[in-house]
């Protein structure tokens, strides 16, 4: 993501929006701050993030209903893979964590392009191209980012109850190696 690409900002935030209506601003800016810079936790070992994934695995229900894979570069570079609908195609784990790895390697989004995407995003909602989020609370989480040098966010605490998200992301360019290349 070198340059901002306002049109894909407005296409995937629609995707979004369709899924998750009712995710907030803070949602949105984590959408944003993971297409440009991938995963905000950094990652250790293969073994540790082997282990955290595995727990967390084991606690979630499969769900086949829900998207597999979700895009959040309009480029379609970058996908969020869903794990409970991974769950449901009883694929298991050993395949998963190093293409995961490598995702967080391979992206070299910077602070800067950071700022200019959140900008043109800031943007269109003070302009009224997105009308999901109040101009005031733009403004303000605007400036309380600015403030704190764009850090990475949890999900809303009504995102993480309402949708109770539980993901991680993949490089389009990977997921053949999952073993179903047709599904993005």
Request: proline letters at 6%; a negative charge.
């Given at each position: 993501?070198?340059?901002?690409?306002?049109?894909?900002?407005?296409?995937?935030?629609?995707?979004?929006?369709?899924?998750?209506?009712?995710?907030?601003?803070?949602?949105?800016?984590?959408?944003?701050?993971?297409?440009?810079?991938?995963?905000?936790?950094?990652?250790?070992?293969?073994?540790?993030f082997s282990r955290y994934l595995e727990l967390?695995?084991?606690?979630?229900?499969?769900?086949?209903?829900?998207?597999?894979?979700?895009?959040?570069?309009?480029?379609?570079?970058?996908?969020?893979?869903?794990?409970?609908?991974?769950?449901?195609?009883?694929?298991?784990?050993?395949?998963?964590?190093?293409?995961?790895?490598?995702?967080?390697?391979?992206?070299?989004?910077?602070?800067?392009?950071?700022?200019?995407?959140?900008?043109?995003?800031?943007?269109?909602?003070?302009?009224?191209?997105?009308?999901?989020?109040?101009?005031?609370?733009?403004?303000?989480?605007?400036?309380?980012?600015?403030?704190?040098?764009?850090?990475?966010?949890?999900?809303?605490?009504?995102?993480?109850?309402?949708?109770?998200?539980?993901?991680?992301?993949?490089?389009?360019?990977?997921?053949?190696?999952?073993?179903?290349?047709?599904?993005a």
């Open positions: 993501m070198t340059q901002v690409d306002t049109l894909g900002i407005l296409e995937i935030l629609d995707q979004h929006l369709g899924w998750y209506p009712l995710m907030e601003l803070q949602d949105a800016y984590k959408l944003i701050y993971q297409a440009v810079l991938g995963p905000e936790h950094l990652i250790g070992s293969p073994e540790e967390e695995y084991a606690s979630l229900q499969a769900d086949a209903a829900q998207h597999l894979f979700e895009p959040i570069r309009a480029d379609g570079s970058l996908f969020r893979l869903n794990l409970r609908a991974y769950k449901a195609r009883e694929l298991g784990l050993a395949g998963l964590v190093t293409p995961l790895m490598m995702t967080a390697q391979f992206i070299q989004g910077t602070q800067s392009e950071l700022r200019l995407t959140w900008g043109s995003f800031t943007q269109l909602c003070l302009q009224g191209y997105v009308r999901h989020f109040e101009p005031e609370e733009v403004e303000l989480l605007d400036w309380q980012l600015i403030e704190q040098d764009f850090p990475a966010l949890h999900h809303s605490e009504a995102y993480r109850r309402l949708y109770q998200p539980a993901y991680r992301l993949v490089s389009a360019g990977l997921i053949p190696s999952l073993g179903m290349p047709d599904e």
